[in-house]
């Protein structure tokens, strides 16, 4: 019995050492947002001297390339350092790998709407989503293509009103309002009318649990169990996944709700009104 426990401890123990014991091991696409560029670095440098990193070095770098650029060089090239510094790299030293002894990383920025992703759109402010609205070739939010309404309401509550200035900026009236719960404001002009964009970070729902009656037995079951399975979204392509119709289900929740951005039509409905009295 007590060889027995020990080797299922030391089988237990190798498990753990091949799976997790690196800290990049916990990076996926669904996270990857959320990590800093000395982040990158700490994980590179711990695991790139191993066999592990040679094996899944193009795993790791794919789950890494969306967000962050990396290059390999070596610390003596005076010029390629200062040019990639130029580019706003930041660069630090490494073991000496293939030829190089330093990482050159830099994070990509979200520069224009287009750039937003299921990924990326909940690690932004409203300010900053109303910035890449007010940039976008002032196409306001009514002119922004479906899908991109559809990536920022998945993490944003979104209100577009269009009405003359007077109405827009009245004393009590809707830009007042929308501030007190807590949106952010953007005004774009149209002509002697005013778009005004309102957006809030949405609040996030908590997953229910349900029970379900099997053979006259309940039993119950948390959604959240199914959310282990996210973290690992970068492996999908290695595996085979069996659908079932609670995932469907599960992913048909998640749809945005289109009807936050109309929301408040009553409101610019009511100012115009009032105005024209």
């Not at 498990?15 to 959320?34: C, E, F, H, L, P």
């Not at 592990?52 to 650029?69: C, G, L, Q, S, T």
């Not at 293939?98 to 409203?126: S, Y």
């Not at 899908?147 to 993490?155: G, L, P, S």
């Amino acid at each position: 019995m007590a060889r027995e426990r020990i080797r299922r401890d030391r089988s237990d123990k190798d498990a753990q050492d091949v799976v997790g014991s690196y800290a990049i091991d916990n990076m996926a696409k669904g996270n990857i947002w959320t990590y800093e560029v000395e982040d990158i670095h700490k994980m590179l440098i711990e695991v790139m001297m191993s066999d592990k990193y040679k094996e899944n070095r193009v795993h790791y770098h794919n789950i890494i390339r969306p967000v962050f650029d990396v290059q390999f060089l070596k610390r003596e090239d005076d010029a390629k350092v200062a040019s990639l510094e130029a580019q706003h790299y930041q660069i630090f030293s490494s073991p000496d790998y293939e030829g190089t002894n330093a990482i050159a990383i830099r994070k990509r920025q979200i520069k224009k709407i287009t750039d937003l992703t299921l990924e990326n759109v909940f690690h932004l402010t409203p300010k900053e989503i109303l910035r890449l609205i007010d940039e976008n070739m002032g196409t306001g939010w009514q002119g922004l293509p479906l899908a991109i309404q559809d990536i920022i309401q998945a993490a944003f509550t979104v209100d577009c009103s269009v009405m003359p200035e007077v109405a827009m900026h009245r004393v009590g009236g809707i830009i007042d309002r929308r501030r007190e719960d807590g949106y952010e404001v953007l005004e774009i002009e149209r002509g002697t009318w005013i778009e005004g964009v309102f957006i809030k970070v949405k609040p996030k729902m908590e997953k229910l649990h349900f029970e379900v009656l099997v053979d006259g037995k309940r039993s119950s079951r948390d959604e959240s169990d199914d959310e282990e399975d996210d973290d690992d979204d970068d492996d999908l392509e290695d595996e085979e996944i069996d659908d079932n119709d609670d995932d469907m289900d599960e992913e048909e929740d998640e749809e945005p709700n289109e009807e936050d951005a109309t929301i408040e039509d009553i409101d610019a409905i009511d100012d115009t009104d009032d105005d024209d009295e």
